[in-house]
C-alpha cells in the first residue's frame, strides 16, 4: 500500500515555472513506477510523465517533452514534475500515481488526491 500527497500546486502566469512535489508513505518506495497525469476542466485523465524505479529512464506525453522535468529522490520516497514555460492548457489538477514495477503493462495503482495548477494567459 502506498499513500501519495501532491503539493506545489497553484496560479502562474504563462511563461512561468512550477515545482509539484509528491510524497509517498508506505514501504519500499523505489520499488514503484511513478508517474504524473493531469485533467483539464471536462475531459478526461491523461499521462504527463513517467520515470522508473530506479530513475534513470523517463518519458513524456508529446505536449510537454522540454518543457517538463520528472525526477525522484528514493532516500526521501519524493517524486518531482518541474514544470517550465507553462501555458494556459496545462492548467489542470495534477496527480501523481505509483505502479508495483515499471513496465507500461502494469497500472498504476495508487494514486494521489490532486493538486490544482492554473496558468492564466
Not at 513506477?33 to 493531469?38: A, H, I, P, Q, S
Not at 528514493?74 to 500515481?97: G, I, R
Amino acid at each position: 500500500q502506498v499513500h501519495l500527497v501532491e503539493t506545489g500546486g497553484g496560479l502562474v502566469q504563462a511563461g512561468g515555472s512550477l515545482r509539484l512535489s509528491c510524497e509517498a508513505s508506505g514501504r519500499s518506495f523505489s520499488s514503484y513506477g511513478m508517474g504524473w497525469f493531469r485533467r483539464a476542466p471536462g475531459k478526461e485523465r491523461l499521462f504527463v510523465a513517467a520515470i522508473s524505479r530506479s530513475g534513470e529512464d523517463t518519458n513524456y506525453a508529446d505536449s510537454v517533452k522540454g518543457r517538463f522535468t520528472i525526477s525522484r529522490d528514493n532516500a526521501k520516497n519524493m517524486v518531482y514534475l518541474q514544470m517550465n514555460s507553462l501555458k494556459s492548457e496545462d492548467t489542470a489538477v495534477y496527480y501523481c500515481a505509483a505502479r508495483p514495477g515499471d513496465s507500461i503493462s502494469i497500472p498504476y495503482l495508487y494514486w494521489g488526491q490532486g493538486t490544482q495548477v492554473t496558468v492564466s494567459s
